[in-house]
């Protein structure tokens, strides 16, 4: 919850703007200010106070407890101008609440903690459970001081500007090491442990054997990613429970899948009872990986059998490909989710004139393999095998990198072993759309006229296709220098369906700063005015011209006859 605190008449206006665009997000704290401010603090994850920074700072500075638990607190000026993230950055989300805050009061978010500023990633905010010396080690990566990597465990992590050898240390390990000084501790989900348990198993006893197993194999509870299990004992309270207090899901498999992994210590008594011959070594290691804790059973003060098994694999590191579409060109079109993705890859793939297109936002110290048209194979198998590294990677592409682009080739390379993620992005043909004005309103296609992969029967078949059956086309890569008879060609095969005067769009350079788009009609559309950065759009039978807006209506003619429902 966020708690909002105002003032004044002017306060109140915009935090009655934020409470209405975030309704169930806010709570506004009423009466004197003091008062509020202390009660929000108490109940609230988060603050936004519409008071001055001074009045605010008196107020919070003898409620300031724990970095990692204190709320996060925004103030927003009485004109709504700045939003200043005061305390609480990362670990209480202020920053990111000063930018959302921003977005819906047109206020400029103000952020000051200098991981942030200067475009490093925090070592908080990784995503990974992180011990020892983050503030040191944070402003030994700014201050530009040696910082070393040693990650015992391949993990993609974000770039961060590290060095060979450092009098600094970034760790990543699931080992129960301490952070020594000048040191920050990862703690990558890199274990499973499987678990099996006879009906009634306590937690306790659950419990206590995972964390002596782990005790003993020297490896940190932090590290644990999943529970894993049989189908037969997915809701086994022991198991939930134990799930439960070391914070990570339960994962339960068929006693089928289970029955087909190899392990070191099979037994009858599972086989027996839920039908495969391992339940915790098999569940641990079905994913892949190394047994580290070989199948053990929980010992009993009592001295009656024991309850529950338990084994611990380590899963190899897995890469991360993001197949991110940049849109058509424009800054604006770009995704913030294109744009976060590009921020948290160490790597990053692409045909040079993309990378051009958002090297600016990329973070200091990510490597970029750039290379010319053509070699798109290559990229697609370079993106794959830096991913297999354990890096994270994102593999670019103009529009939707789906599209006439990179991610097939990248896909057909991959295998399982890497976690794959897509971004989608504004195509050209949607682009183009916009600009010509409704043209894609009814069945559409797109065809690219390219006939470098594809041979020129086949590509001429789907365009007499598309002309038989009424589809309005968009043609992609319609024309180049040394293909210049493909575009009249195609357009030919429309013509012999579709009226002389049937609107065609032609949009170049959609959304860039030199965009130029013109309407013209099957039989005037000259081809000289067509090239490689151009879309050309063909309406269909019922495509208008109207007040120079090229326009397919949705033909619900259906509408008019349908009789009235009952
Ligand atoms: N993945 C891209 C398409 C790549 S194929 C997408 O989803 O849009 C390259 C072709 O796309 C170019 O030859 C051109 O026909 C078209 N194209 C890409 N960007 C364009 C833009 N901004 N304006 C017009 N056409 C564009």
């Given amino acids: 919850m966020i708690g909002l605190i105002s003032a004044t008449a002017a306060g109140a206006a915009a935090r009655d703007r934020l409470a209405a665009a975030w309704p169930d997000r806010t709570r506004v704290y009423d009466g004197p200010v003091g008062d509020a401010v202390r009660a929000a603090f108490a109940e609230c994850e988060r603050l936004v106070c519409f008071l001055a920074t001074g009045a605010v700072v008196r107020l919070v500075a003898p409620l300031l407890g724990e970095k990692a638990s204190d709320p996060g607190v925004v103030c927003v000026d009485e004109g709504g101008r700045f939003a200043v ?41 990784l995503g990974l459970p992180v011990e020892g010396d983050v503030a040191g080690v944070s402003r030994a990566l700014l201050d530009g001081e040696p910082v070393a990597l040693e ?24 080992r129960a090491v301490e952070p020594g000084g000048r040191e920050v501790v990862l703690r990558p989900p890199s ?37 894993a299990t049989v189908d037969a004992k997915a809701e086994e309270p022991g198991l939930v429970a134990a799930a439960g207090r070391l914070g990570v899901p339960l994962v339960a ?18 086989l027996a009872a839920v039908g495969t011959p391992s339940v915790a070594e098999a569940a641990a290691l079905l994913g892949g990986g190394e047994l580290v804790v070989p199948k053990r059973k929980s010992e009993r003060a009592d001295g009656r059998p024991a309850m529950a098994t338990c084994a611990v694999v380590r899963r190899p590191g897995r890469g991360r490909l993001a197949v991110v579409g940049l849109g058509p060109g424009a800054r604006d ?43 798109e194979e290559e990229r697609a198998r370079t993106a794959v095998a830096e991913a297999r590294r354990g890096h994270a990677v994102a593999l670019i592409g103009s529009g ?17 072993d890497i976690d794959v993620v897509g971004v ?51 043609f992609y890569n319609p024309r180049s220098r040394g293909r210049d008879w493909q575009l009249p060609e195609a357009l030919a095969i429309l013509a012999g369906h579709r009226a002389p005067t049937t609107p065609v769009g032609v949009v170049r350079n959609a959304s860039r700063p030199d965009e130029s788009s013109r309407l013209t009609t099957l039989a005037a559309l000259d081809p000289a005015t067509v090239d490689m950065m151009t879309v050309v759009t063909v309406g269909n039978t019922a495509t208008r011209e109207i007040a120079g807006r090229m326009v397919t209506p949705r033909g619900y003619r259906w509408q008019e006859t349908r009789e009235e429902p009952k």
């Fill in 191 to 227: 274990l499973v442990v499987g678990v099996g348990a006879s009906r009634g198993a306590p937690v306790e006893e659950v419990l206590g054997l995972i964390e002596g197993a782990l005790r003993d194999a020297g490896l940190s509870a932090r590290s644990v990613s999943c529970l």
């Fill in 253 to 270: 498999h068929s006693a089928e899948e289970l029955a087909t992994v190899d392990v070191p210590n099979p037994s009858a008594a599972p």
């Fill in 424 to 474: 989608p992005g504004v195509t050209a043909a949607l682009a183009a759309g916009a600009v010509l004005g409704a043209p894609l309103g009814h069945d559409h296609v797109s065809i690219s006229l390219s006939d470098l992969h594809t041979p020129w029967e086949v590509i001429e078949r789907r365009v007499r296709a598309a002309a038989e059956a009424d589809l309005v086309v968009t």
């Fill in 400 to 416: 939707d990198a789906g599209v006439y682009a990179m991610a097939s080739p990248a896909l057909a390379e991959a295998s399982d």
């Fill in 85 to 125: 993230s005061l305390v609480g950055g990362h670990g209480g989300g202020a920053n990111e609440l000063a930018v959302a805050v921003g977005e819906v009061l047109g206020a400029e978010p103000v952020v000051t903690t200098a991981t942030d500023a200067v475009g490093l990633p925090g070592l908080d905010t």
């Fill in 333 to 375: 079109l770009l995704t913030p989710r294109a744009k976060a993705e590009l921020r948290r890859a160490s790597v990053l793939v692409g045909l040079d004139q993309y990378v051009d297109q958002i090297r600016d936002l990329l973070r200091p110290g990510t490597r970029v393999l750039e290379s010319g048209l053509g070699a």
């Fill in 151 to 174: 990650a015992e465990v391949p993990w993609p992590l974000p770039p961060l500007p590290v060095a060979a050898q450092g009098s600094y240390t970034v760790r990543v390990t699931d």
